[in-house]
Each structure stands twice: as structure tokens, then as C-alpha cells.
């Protein structure tokens, strides 16, 4: 079996691609393009520029800079940090363009500003969310939408009423691979599907969020109340606040961070919302400095379309890569491998004449080429924020994504079952 690399190379299964090609147009290859228009690169007006305030220019802050600077007409023009040294990092990837203000209301009272990136610890989330869209401001949003589930509906509020384009930047959905998954699923080439797997997993310190404290990081340098805000007051800590992720006062830990990008994947990929009832447990093992949530996690999901769901993930090992799906049908299985390999296995099926099993097709392997996911989603989201479309990951779809993640936790706290209430978008009391 040859792989299968779209777009470009000659392609395993020609038959099978022929049928693709008619229902997409060109193959393998449109999978790339999330949003066609998005990615032609037409030329804009200075009209058409699109003025953005960054708020949170951390390591995630700076990697989107660094895809934005691709797209013509966006300019980044504001930035915000409780760190100093990441503002001055970020106005030198403008090229000292952009400028710094103290707080980031400050940069939603700015009328020039017309989207804003918000990149900040999940316990700021729910408040600059709604704050954005109330000040008028289009917004990309990372993952997790919500510290907590009951934020959720808030935000939803507050988004339908102000008319803004809002997404939230779990960009799996954009691979192409992921694209290609979701045609063959849909195809029935997978048969009955009654089972998912998929794990997040890693085994460095980084990986564990115990990341290396900087040399100049100090309270001079470091606004520890804005960091803070509404949550508990405590004594300074460098740790906690370039390490916060490993905290509960700022994060959900792994089902927030890791879960809620499997989540998005598998919702959209089953074209469902949320499961019914879930079970998890969590564990800390050997990440014991510098954190308080666990670093291994297991959960169960059912979903009433008939399915079920596994999400494991842990720091201790880096099995596959790191990230794997698995998607386990009666007639064939697809295994999602990293970010660019999918992969498609036949069931054998027993034969009724001679009581032997055959293969229902031959195994293919396609390989992703082309642009980077987060630079697809962020092209989508900035034509959505011209054309006023909808955009490819609503707050909806980030909310009941970042639920399953809550869930997940307070089965963990509780040790209970924790079920879905669908009519009011909340866990059940």
C-alpha cells in the first residue's frame, strides 16, 4: 500500500478518489482549504484592513502573531500582558508597530480596534469574552471557552446579542486529515460506528505545563493582581503564573487543555453535541511539583446517537506521537495519526458461504501537505469577520466542547456519573 498524499502524489486507491474527486471537485487536495475564499489571497483595499488588540502575548499569543503576519490585510496593532517582557517580545514581531496598553479594557475602549485575540489563563475567559463582544469587538478566542461550565450560557448571551463574529481556536477541525475523516465517516464506509478512542499524551516537563521560569521575571516585571483578577488572592508565586495551567484556582488541567481539542474533533467529526452522561477519573502520579490537578486522566462518554467515547491522557508516556483516533466501525476503522496521517482498515468479515473471513476493502493512508491548521482556522475566521459568515467554530460548539472537559472533572471531584441536561446546556444538579 502506497500512502496517499493530498494533494500532490499519486494516490493509493484510484477508483476511491475518482468517486471523491466527483462529490469535491479536485480530490484530495480541497480538503486543505477549510474556507476557499478565505485562502485565495485575494488582494484587499486599505478599506478592507482589519485592526487587531492582542490580549495575552504568552508562548500561545505569540504563535498566533506569527500566523497572522501571513494574512494580507490584518494589522496587529494593540497588545496586552501581565508580563512586560512578552509586550516588548510581541511589538518586535509587529516590527514595533503595535503598541502596549495596561489593561485590556483600555484596548476595547479603543473604536479602531476591530478584533480582538484572547489568549489569556481560562479563569479571565468568561469576563473578556463577554466584555469583547460588548464593546463591539469581533473575537478569536482560545480554547477553553469557559473556566467553568456554567459560563457557558453567558457568553452564548452575550455573543447572539451583539451580532459579533466570534470563534474559538481549537483548530483540529481545520486539518485536513480531519476533513477527510469526516467524508468517509458520513461516506457509511465505516459501517455502524459504536466506539471512539482518543488520547492526548506526553513526557517532558514542558509537556507537564512546568515551564522554565524567566531570569528577569520578578514583581517589577510581573502584574500579579492583573494575573489574579477574581481569583483567590494568594501570595505572589512565579510559578503559578507561567506555570497556571497546573493550578485549579486558573484551569481544569488536562480535560480543559488536552480533552477539549478531542472533544471538538469528535463532535465534529459525529456531527453530535454532547454526550448524555460521562465518567472520569484522575490521578497525579509523578508531576508533583509546581501543581495541583492531575497528570493522567481517563473518562468515559455515551452519547445517545448511539456511541461511546474514551479519552485518555497522561504525562508519563508519549505512546504514537503523543495524539491519536481512533474510530472503531462494524465495516472499518479510521485511525487519526498526529496531524497529518489518517488511515483507513477493513474489517474482515465471515463469509456465509465458506465460513471464511474476507476484507471488505483494501487499507489506505492518506498524508496531509499544505498550510498549517491554525493558519486555515485564522484565515476562515478573518473572512467570516469581512463577509459577517459564520465562523468555522461558533461559541456553541466551544462551549459543550469545553462542558465535556467539566464533566469529566466533576466526576473526578464527586466520583459520581455526571449526565448532560440538553434542553439548558448544563450539567444536571
Known amino acids: 500500500m502506497k500512502p496517499t498524499e493530498f494533494p500532490g502524489r499519486k494516490l493509493s486507491r484510484r477508483q476511491f478518489i475518482k468517486n471523491t474527486a466527483t462529490l469535491t471537485g479536485a480530490g484530495l487536495g480541497t480538503v486543505i482549504i477549510s474556507n476557499p475564499s478565505a485562502a485565495q489571497g485575494a488582494k484587499t483595499s486599505p478599506s478592507d484592513r482589519i485592526t487587531v488588540g492582542m490580549i495575552g502575548v504568552g508562548a500561545r499569543g505569540q504563535f498566533l502573531m506569527n500566523f497572522m503576519r501571513e494574512i494580507e490585510g490584518v494589522e496587529i496593532v494593540r497588545v496586552c500582558d501581565a508580563y512586560t517582557t512578552r509586550v516588548s517580545q510581541a511589538i518586535s514581531r509587529t516590527g514595533g508597530r503595535a503598541t502596549a496598553v495596561k489593561h485590556y479594557r483600555e484596548m476595547l475602549d479603543d473604536k479602531s480596534i476591530d478584533v480582538v485575540f484572547v489568549a489569556t489563563p481560562d479563569h479571565w475567559h468568561a469576563t473578556m469574552a463577554i466584555d469583547a463582544v460588548n464593546a463591539g469587538k469581533d473575537v478569536y478566542f482560545e480554547k477553553p471557552l469557559t473556566y467553568t461550565v456554567d459560563e457557558g450560557p453567558d457568553i452564548i448571551k452575550a455573543v447572539k446579542k451583539s451580532g459579533r463574529i466570534f470563534t474559538v481556536g481549537s483548530t483540529w477541525i481545520t486539518a485536513a ?69 497546573c493550578y485549579r484556582d486558573y484551569s481544569g488541567g488536562i480535560p480543559t ?22 465518567s472520569g477519573m484522575g490521578a497525579l502520579y509523578r508531576w508533583k511539583e ?14 445517545k446517537e448511539g456511541f461511546m467515547v474514551n479519552l485518555s491522557s497522561t504525562f508519563n508516556n508519549q505512546m504514537a506521537g503523543g495524539y491519536g483516533v481512533q474510530i472503531l466501525g462494524t465495516e472499518g476503522s479510521l485511525i487519526l495519526d498526529g496531524e497529518k496521517k489518517l488511515i483507513f482498515v477493513p474489517e474482515p468479515v465471515e463469509s456465509t458461504r465458506d465460513n471464511e473471513s474476507r476484507m471488505i476493502d483494501g487499507e489506505d493512508e492518506y498524508i496531509a501537505t499544505g498550510k498549517d491548521r491554525t493558519l486555515i482556522h485564522m484565515e476562515n475566521f478573518f473572512n467570516c469577520v469581512r463577509t459577517r459568515s459564520h465562523p468555522e467554530e461558533d461559541v456553541e460548539e466551544g462551549h459543550r466542547a469545553a462542558a465535556v472537559a467539566h464533566m469529566v472533572n466533576r466526576s473526578i471531584e464527586t466520583h459520581c456519573e455526571v449526565e448532560w441536561d440538553f434542553e439548558n446546556q448544563r450539567i444536571k444538579a
Open 177 to 245: 486529515v480531519q476533513r477527510k475523516a469526516r467524508e468517509i465517516i458520513r461516506s457509511g464506509k465505516l459501517g455502524q460506528i459504536t466506539m471512539i478512542r482518543a488520547f492526548y499524551n506526553r513526557n517532558s516537563a514542558d509537556g507537564a505545563w512546568i515551564y522554565p521560569i524567566p531570569d528577569d521575571a520578578d514583581k517589577k516585571t510581573v502584574n500579579w493582581d492583573m494575573f489574579l483578577g477574581a481569583a483567590p488572592k494568594v501570595p505572589f508565586s512565579l510559578e503559578r503564573f507561567f506555570r497556571w495551567r
Open 257 to 278: 487543555d488536552l480533552f477539549v481539542h478531542l472533544c471538538t474533533s469528535i463532535h465534529w467529526l459525529m456531527d453530535v453535541q454532547a454526550p448524555s452522561r460521562v
Open 290 to 303: 509546581s501543581r495541583d490537578v492531575p497528570d493522567t486522566v481517563n473518562a468515559s462518554l455515551e452519547y
